[in-house]
């Protein structure tokens, strides 16, 4: 199995709203990356998680909640989102930390619409 | 610091060739590029590491310039499904265990 999932595909919400993504690969991979994507951009990274521990955080507004249950499954809590933070949420994979030998495997996304 | 791709956006013939670069202004530890489908998710292609060893798909052809920090991926003979944006990701000397990417450039190859 060599994918990354994501759910759910599309997700509208409003601004009170709180919400979950989540993110599962079956791998093994000991890496696991949240990306925000806008329209005609490349992906920013939000938050790296390594071994199950966050281990990079790009300075996220913390109405963005990341959270690793396991070393399986990845979740991005969302509470009081602003119309601006709409956007594809990519999720990643990779064999371990650190990009130097580790391609990165990515889910489709969750296409994300803030009312 | 993000990585800068030129062209930022090329139309092809079938069959015809093309050259994506990537340059930056940091010491380079890696290179990725990666393609992404309108709609769809970024896929690999290819690692570049510095020393010159590399890691990818068999069909696809790049190079890594170290003195002048700057790769270059080759799509030759190119077909139909080559179409989307390229974006090359960057780990450098300073970027701690991250990968900053480019900002892309689109690729459509008309028949």
Redesign the interface.
């Known amino acids: 199995d060599t994918e990354?999932t994501q759910t759910p595909k599309h997700l509208v919400m409003g601004m009170t709203n709180k919400k979950s993504l989540k993110c599962e690969q079956h791998m093994g991979h000991r890496a696991m990356y949240w990306y925000k994507q806008k329209a005609?951009?490349?992906?920013?990274?939000m938050f790296?998680y390594s071994y199950e521990k966050l281990?990079?955080n790009?300075s996220v507004p913390s109405r963005f909640s990341p959270e690793c249950p396991n070393s399986s499954l990845l979740n991005l809590h969302l509470h009081a989102l602003q119309p601006e933070d709409s956007a594809l949420y990519?999720c990643a994979s990779s064999q371990d930390?650190?990009?130097?030998?580790n391609?990165?495997?990515?889910?489709?996304?969750t296409r994300l619409t803030v009312l | 610091q993000q990585p800068v791709q030129s062209p930022q956006a090329v139309i092809l013939r079938e069959g015809e060739d093309a050259v994506i670069n990537c340059s930056s202004s940091k010491a380079l530890y890696s290179v990725h590029w990666y393609r992404q489908k309108h709609g769809e998710a970024p896929v690999f292609l290819m690692i570049l590491l510095k020393g010159g060893e590399q890691k990818g798909h068999e069909k696809i052809s790049a190079s890594f310039n170290e003195k002048k920090q700057q790769s270059s991926l080759y799509l030759t003979a190119s077909q139909l499904s080559y179409s989307g944006t390229y974006f090359c990701g960057t780990e450098t000397e300073t970027s701690g265990s991250r990968l900053t990417f480019g900002e892309g450039t689109q690729l459509t190859v008309n028949p």
């Not at chain 1, 930390?97 to 030998?101: A, K, L, Q, S």
């Not at chain 1, 391609?103 to 996304?109: D, K, L, S, V, Y």
Request: proline fraction near 21%.
């Open positions: 990354v005609k951009k490349p992906p920013e990274l790296v281990s990079i790009e990519l930390p650190g990009p130097t030998y391609e990165q495997f990515f889910g489709p996304g």
